[in-house]
């Protein structure tokens, strides 16, 4: 069966959905005798609710509930479209300063020749100084297995070499056919 809204089952009511969504209660949902009001072009106090209410209506703004744990909850009297423009605003800002960390992945063979494993290294330098925490991993294929501690070594010396700028987060070890290890960034002192 469909669902119809406005029917007479007691069901969809738009205005009441609405309600329910919003974070802040706003006019007429704020139903505490009294309010804290605050805010630019009102004096700060306490004031029975219908009376803050009549202070919004005569402004043509809203009264929005800001801290509805405090005691009497505090209200803002504010054009709530705009208010919530900002916070998504400053929210976004916020989300776009912050770095979320990945993880790079290194790749090496038990016979990596040197000249590949400087190359490699230099590219984890690169990650962790960015912040980014680098996974090695030695893949054995075949017979290539029966030198383990040739790949030990290998991640050895690959943490030995980045030890300035990473930590290494537990020593080597095989999972499968693999042997890795995890370097994590230094904490960096601003200057």
Request: hydrophobic share 35%.
């Given at each position: 069966m469909a669902f119809i809204p406005n029917q007479n089952r007691g069901g969809f009511n738009p205005r009441f959905r609405k309600e329910q969504q919003q974070e802040h209660r706003t006019n007429h949902m704020i139903r505490?005798?009294?309010?804290r009001l605050?805010?630019?072009?009102?004096?700060?106090?306490?004031?029975p609710t219908?009376?803050?209410?009549?202070?919004?209506?005569?402004?043509?703004?809203?009264?929005?509930?800001?801290?509805?744990?405090?005691?009497?909850?505090?209200?803002?009297?504010?054009?709530?479209?705009?208010?919530?423009?900002?916070?998504?605003?400053?929210?976004?800002?916020v989300k776009a300063n912050s770095k979320t960390s990945e993880v790079k992945e290194v790749r090496f063979t038990p016979n990596t020749?040197?000249?590949?494993?400087?190359?490699?290294?230099?590219?984890?330098?690169?990650?962790?100084?960015?912040?980014?925490?680098?996974?090695?991993?030695?893949?054995?294929?075949?017979?290539?297995?029966?030198?383990?501690?040739?790949?030990e070594l290998l991640l050895l010396k690959f943490a030995d070499r980045l030890k300035d700028i990473g930590a290494l987060e537990g020593m080597p070890k095989m999972e499968g056919k693999r042997m890795q290890v995890m370097l994590a960034p230094k904490s960096q002192k601003k200057k």
């Open positions: 505490v005798p009294q309010v605050v805010g630019d072009n009102v004096t700060v106090g306490v004031y219908q009376e803050a209410l009549k202070m919004a209506q005569d402004q043509a703004l809203d009264l929005v509930e800001i801290s509805p744990t405090a005691d009497p909850p505090v209200c803002k009297i504010i054009d709530y479209n705009k208010f919530l423009y900002d916070k998504k605003k400053k929210e976004k800002e020749d040197d000249h590949d494993f400087e190359f490699k290294t230099k590219h984890a330098e690169k990650f962790l100084q960015d912040g980014n925490k680098v996974k090695a991993h030695v893949q054995f294929k075949g017979r290539a297995i029966m030198f383990k501690e040739r790949g």
